[in-house]
């Protein structure tokens, strides 16, 4: 990194003026053990290229505890959204030189607890908290051993880091700003100044401070929800070296061929990022039948083609393969990165979609790794067990979205989605996901009683009274889980609906006609002759205003927009619908 | 490397550092005589000199200097030993 780039930022952040382009401002507050006073303005610089308008307080110089401690500090009246807690391996060591010798052991904990002390507080006022880990020192008193010993600095700041891991994981509302990694990349020999601490208190070299200003941008960008979700690789010298329409499957490098080690790195790579949750899309100018291949064919391709949600190989220009991808998975054109080994494809797909990130990709196959992972894309908030599931639920939304463009009709659309149902009276290992389905359904929802999971409960005790049931669907591309409820009430010859709801991602699948076919299965079963429905209106559920026309419901009676439906159910005829029982698990 | 060729690269280094174009090097200017020369600016400077012209200053040198005239003296010997 060269200090130029550090100058140029510097002028950036220095000269930012008004904020014309009306960007949403971040309010940030940057409390540090070190001088601040220009990596203030560099941090300007980079919170600003991501879009955002930064509005920076500079704490005081080595003035935490007093900012955090006093409710009427100048940290507090600014009233920050995000507080940068910038901590130096220098301040650190002063503290270790410091103590005595029987208290070294003892000097990491007590550093993590008056830290967790300040993260405390700053997030009890709401704030989101920065905080980093502490890059590796020089000293090594101990030589190799030193990272045994608590009694060395370099042991002690492993401890540390380890500490500072573990509190800001555990406490809502702390990010970490890995400074650790930042300085090891660089090479701590170089990341140290040492003459410029001793001179101005300069936790690096200045050339640096563009690093930690951009690490702590992208972490507030994604806190913020940018973020990238979708990966759109080109297949020909991307995944694989060689073309595959050219040089067949046996030609192609991927594994021990050729450079075919460096795309198998990338693969790899790549499989760890869908697998955090990335969706993955491939666009390739080729034949389908060929680009296919060698996900089929060649044993040493790491990706295999489930591992995409979308998969276009033709002939068209790129930029449309890609807003069309865009489109079949409904994520914004600014959440995709699209990696193309081919300068003419970056070029055109830049112009045609500006928004989507194109990377500059270089030269080297095995270079690939390390320069994306530069260009900090891959920022994650958190990660949870849903993360990992969701490329699998773009991947079946996606194949859902292309067979219905496949059929001409929608009847052979529905008998392929081999889809299976289970309709159930109401049972208590269901009850929660029921309640949750009557809370929170809005549009496709006729009464909006918004029965509790108590109501429910009686329902489902009440046999005499109630037929309460619930439905759930799963079709070859994946579960739906439970997905509709329907309670229902006897009253003398006539079955009262007193609510129906159901999820609209399942809407003309031919739920309803099945679901109905099964109320009137009951009447005929208990000497039932008739069904009521009503229909009461709220801002959300039009939709279903005329829903029990279609099934041969006369409408009875209208008052206040509450529409009353009667179905005599000798005039009932059978819907035809496509969907399979299938007895609950 | 002669004088004339490392005060045209610290014209440069100046110029762009203190963000004046206009700056012309002297041997008595001071920080005094330079709008935005001061102490952190000054850092920023010295980070130029060093990565530009490929030279490592110690502590001392970049607390005391008295004038430019001595500054490029300095650069003068440390190039050119």
Redesign the interface.
Known sequence: M???T??KM??IGSRLGENNNNYPEIRLALLADNAT??LVKVLKAAIFAKGFYPVIYEGEFNSIPLEVFNPESNLFNFDPDYVLLNLSSQGYRERFYAVKQEEKEHLPENYVNELTSYLEILTEKQCEVIVNTLAMPLERFFGNYSANTLYSLYGSILEVNKLIRQCVKKMAGCHLNDIKFIAAHIGINHWY?E??W???K?MC???YFPRIAESVANIISAKKGKITKCIVLDLDNTLWGGVIGDDGVQGVEIGKLGVGEAYGQFQKYLLELKNRGYILAVCSKNEHENAILPFKEHPNMKLKEEDFAVFVANWNNKGSNIKHIAKVLNIGLDSMVFIDDSPFERNQVREMVPEVIVPEMPEDPSEFVPFLESLGLFEAVAFSPDDRKRAGMYREQAQRAKEELRFENIDDYLKSLDMKICVSRFDEFNLPRIAQLLQRSNQFNLRTKRYSEQNCKEFMKNKERYFPLYIKLKDKFGDYGLISVICTEQNHDTLEILEYVMSCRVLNRGVEQFAMNQLVEYCKNNGLTKIKGEYIPTKKNKMVREFYKQFGFELVSEKDEILTWMLDIKDFKRNKCFIKTEEER | MSREEIVSKITEIFRDVFNDDSIVIEEAMTAEDVEEWDSLSHIDMICMVEEELGVKFITKEISNLNNVGEFITLLENKINT
């Open positions: 060269k200090t130029n550090y100058l510097l002028k006073q220009q100044d003459k410029l001793t001179h101005s300069y070299a200045p050339k």
